[in-house]
């Protein structure tokens, strides 16, 4: 397998929605309006110095970049706890499919857990997009990464989708938001997904040599003592 292939991801839809679907799209290229906003540095007044911000670790940054974001089909709006939409979509071979963009499970399937809430039903965002990954690699889909803004949480799951590519897989959610009333636009990011390689992992335990401690030690205070030490010696390339 050829190294373009490997890390090849496919999408597949309806062809009567083709046109109509907002489509996933790498996670670079979704970061939201507050997170390109932010300035890079930011005066404490309890530190009384400038500080780098978020927007300038790159941990974070990768995270938020990592993978691709899976949209939300169509305009949602929300009021008074109600849910509506109005697509328009064509209908065709698949028209036994649902058009609706969410779904929901009972309650009941989260009894005992802290997703439960009686008074709430676990939303699903419906996809119409299956995905198919090269061998060897599952889907890891979550909360889109660090957008608390969302009035919504997703649920997180493994999905081996090199094997499981022709099927719809659906996006569990909280709502977390009562109050928000208004439109949830077409393309939101509801769920972030990572292609990960299966492999099976041991776990050692060792204490520091003095070399390793003095390794972490040096490491430890270079970072501290300047910026982008990180970022110039052990940052890794992601796309």
Known sequence: MDQSTENRVTFRCPPELAAALPRP???????????KSLPPSAFSPDLQGE???????PPVIDAMTYGFLMPLATDLKVENG?????????????A?????????????????????DADQFIIKFNNFWTVQLPPGYSMLVQH???????PFRA??????????????VQFP???????????????????????VKRENWA????????AEQKKVYDTGLDVSGSTGVYRHQFRAPKR
């Open 51 to 57: 500080y780098l911000t978020m927007k300038k670790c």
């Open 173 to 195: 959610a909280r709502w977390v938001d009562p109050n928000f009333s208004g439109v949830l636009p077409k393309g939101t990011p509801v769920v972030q997904c990572l292609p």
């Open 155 to 168: 649920l997180s799951g493994l999905v081996d989708c090199d094997r499981y590519h022709d099927a719809f």
């Open 82 to 94: 109600e849910f509506t939409w109005d697509t328009g979509w064509p209908g065709g071979e698949f």
């Open 203 to 210: 776990l050692q335990f060792d204490t520091f040599t003095e």
């Open 96 to 116: 036994n499919i649902t058009r609706s963009p969410i779904g929901f499970h009972d309650g009941a399937q989260v009894a005992g857990t802290p997703f439960f």
């Open 144 to 150: 889109p990464i660090n957008r608390d803004d969302l």
């Open 25 to 35: 799209i790498p996670a670079a290229l979704g970061l939201p309006d507050w997170f």
